[in-house]
């Protein structure tokens, strides 16, 4: 085909498109819910008349919107389910927690109070050590009072040799001197 004859194929179709536009938009304005399945010059009858409150237009919810709709009314419910149940655990969790802080806070409490109880044995311990004798003081304190007791032994030794020499010149006064003079004074250890 030549170019002159597709260019008046071009220009018949152009002009077709109005007429078929102009046809739809007829029957589009007497069946308002009706779809048009092809776009042909056929006219279609006007539907007779009805008697009575001619019925309200209804919107046909397409499979998209209707699938939209249906997937944020999941999604909504499926959230609104999760944050109760994400509520419930955080409260069951918080609980839980509060209890261990305050079993922890008791424990905490138990321990410090062992702990001033040993610091104040320990206090004690060193105000007894400070005060108390070491072996060394117990070996020299044994010394003194060993030589203190020989110092007094020999004191009473010296002072019963001293009444036995008394009571031997009381003896001899009295004429029994004869009897008890055989006894020899007390020796000295």
Known sequence: MNSSSRLGEQEQNAMAVPTVARSCASIARHRPHSRLLSYTNVLHEDAPAHVGIPPSPRKPIGGIRGSVIGF????????????????????????????????????????????????????????LSHSSASKDDLSQLRAEVKKIYDGLHIEFLDLRTYVWGLQQDVHSITGRGAKNAKQAPPERI
């Open 72 to 127: 944020l009314f999941g999604f909504s419910l499926a959230s609104s389910f999760a944050a109760y149940r994400l509520l419930d655990e955080y409260k069951v969790a918080s609980t839980t927690l509060q209890a261990s802080v305050e079993e922890l806070q008791q424990s905490t409490e138990r321990v410090s109070a062992h702990v001033r109880r040993i610091e104040a044995v320990e206090k004690d311990l060193k105000a």
